[in-house]
């Protein structure tokens, strides 16, 4: 397997906060990469720094490097639409428009210039076979998306990330405003989706890490503490401060 | 001695909605007393027939022409312009003293008397550019006021839509503008819709910067340039010079009922917009 992002000395600030602190890990292409840690350790702004979507906050600096496919998506040059293209994003709340299904699905679409109906038809019922979806929600293309159950509108989010056709696809907590059925209906999502995707995921669910990633990061106060293979991490910490995490003594 | 709850309870209940109540009762005074004044004489030939002998006799059909394409034309001014800074303000700038200053200068600008208004667009339209009185001085002047109102109630109606949406949106790769067009101003619409109503309900009721800036002519305009009088200014001058109390309250039974069915239109479809969308 190869890094499909390389993270190298990566320090943020919001304003004087420190928030990352030197941190150097790897997304491996076709995986799951997940990042575990107390609140406010830092994991989420770490996943917002993949597609840089912590450029919209006033008073954040970054400094290092986020290779991907070898190129610094942080170069004065790199273009930030079109490696949001390609590195898509789950939120934490399923977040829809106030639209219809079928008009959340083809946002992505419409917003990079394609107005075939029927090309984007297809993409549309594509995205949510991809996400599964598309059996429950074929007969109400046409109804609002915020009238779905909390668990489909999460899966209608991955179906519109689908549409654009991301290589990357990172999840902040995607699961957290879920039942555990739900979840468990996200999680086999995930474990199909890395077959043809690469995912990085934030959770605060250790059993959830544990459970579908192939490697693991565990951060404390904006620091990569430890970071391996999930198996690894979870078995045999290298280091103490993770043993007492998932262990349950701290955190 | 301590008031128990329960009896501060009611007395909030009955100082509250004894504020409810006499607001809306003194509402509905002014209008049933406007109406029960000027509805007797208010009928189709009143609206659309030319007045005759100053107004003391005839109908008052150019004021209602007069105050159908002010309005409109103050609002078709106003709206690209206040819409554009508000989201400029908000999505394109990032808060700093000069965003500041702006908007403190917007807020001056909203409360300063519309007569300055008047005086300044007679001063710069009228006769510095010489437009004259006539229609597009009074409609910029008109545009001039209500433009305060519409930057901050759009202001507020961008700041109100969720920042979840905007970043799905980038998350998607939609650049800053595509988010403005299709997640911001649709999701502000009707907050946008709100400012520009009141800007509409501002021009249809100012007499002071109209008469200073698009006259009082009576006669039907046959262009922009040329003067105008609105039903407001009509009121105004008829009950003013005693010229015709009757027909006074017939123009302004008219207003109430101009102002009424504007409001009432733009809610209805609001009201579809939104069912559309959602």
Redesign the interface.
């Known amino acids: 397997m190869t890094n499909k992002i390389d993270i190298r000395d990566l320090d943020l600030f919001y304003g004087k906060f420190h928030a990352l602190k030197d941190v150097s890990m790897a997304v491996r292409q076709n995986g799951i990469t997940a990042l575990i840690g107390p609140s406010g350790c830092g994991k989420s702004t770490l996943l917002r720094c993949l597609n840089r979507m912590n450029d919209l906050i006033p008073g954040c600096r970054v400094s290092g490097s986020v290779a991907l496919d070898g190129r610094n998506i942080y170069a004065p040059d790199a273009e930030v639409a079109s490696l949001r293209k390609r590195v898509g994003m789950v939120f934490q709340r399923p977040n829809p428009f106030p639209l219809s299904v079928r008009d959340n699905v083809v946002y992505g679409l419409k917003v990079a210039g394609s107005h075939d109906r029927r090309q984007l038809a297809e993409t549309a019922e594509r995205s949510l076979r991809g996400a599964w979806l598309w059996d429950q929600v074929k007969d109400k293309l046409d109804a609002p998306a915020l009238g779905l159950p909390l668990d489909q509108q999460q899966r209608l989010c991955v179906a519109r990330l689908l549409a654009v056709q991301p290589e990357v696809i990172l999840m902040d907590e995607p699961c957290s405003a879920l039942d555990p059925i739900a979840t468990m209906k996200i999680e086999e999502l995930m474990l199909e989706l890395k077959r043809d995707y690469t995912i990085a995921i934030v959770t605060h669910n250790m059993q959830q890490a544990a459970r579908v990633s192939d490697f693991s990061g565990y951060m404390l106060l904006g620091e990569m503490v430890e970071f391996g293979e999930t198996n690894q991490v979870f078995t045999r910490p290298a280091d103490k401060r993770t043993e007492d995490y998932i262990t349950g003594r701290y955190g | 001695m301590r008031i128990l709850p329960k009896h501060t309870q009611r007395a909030a209940i009955a100082a509250l909605g004894g504020a409810t109540l006499l607001t809306l009762s003194l509402l509905v005074f002014i209008i049933v007393f406007v109406l029960e004044k000027g509805l007797p004489v208010l009928s189709l030939r009143f609206l659309f027939t030319n007045p005759q002998d100053m107004g003391r006799a005839g109908g008052i059909f150019p004021t209602l022409v007069g105050s159908v394409v002010l309005p409109l034309l103050a609002v078709a001014i106003a709206t690209p312009l206040g819409v554009g800074t508000a989201v400029y303000l908000t999505e394109y700038t ?2 700093s003293r000069l965003t500041r200053v702006i908007r403190f200068g917007t807020d001056c600008l909203a409360g300063i008397p519309s007569i300055i208004f008047g005086l300044f667009g007679f001063i710069f339209f009228v006769t510095t550019l010489r437009m004259g009185w006539s229609i597009i001085s009074g409609g910029l002047t008109l545009a001039f006021m209500i433009l305060p109102t519409i930057i901050r109630t759009t202001e507020e109606a961008v700041r109100a839509v ?1 920042r ?12 800053r503008w ?1 988010t403005v067009r ?2 911001i101003l649709p ?1 502000a619409l009707p907050g946008i819709v709100t400012g520009v109503m009141l800007g509409v309900g501002r021009s249809i009721g100012e007499t002071a910067a109209v008469i200073f800036t698009a006259g009082s002519s009576l006669r039907l305009p046959s262009s922009v340039f040329d003067s105008t009088r609105t039903m407001a200014v009509h009121f105004y001058i008829l009950a003013r010079e005693g010229i015709s109390t009757e027909n006074a309250y017939g123009t302004a039974a008219a207003l109430v009922i101009a102002v009424l069915s504007v409001n009432l239109i733009a809610y209805w479809l609001m009201n579809r917009v939104m069912a559309r ?2």
């Open positions: 990032r808060e969720p979840a949406y905007r970043e799905v949106s980038y998350s998607l790769g939609a650049t595509q299709r997640v999701n969308r959602s």
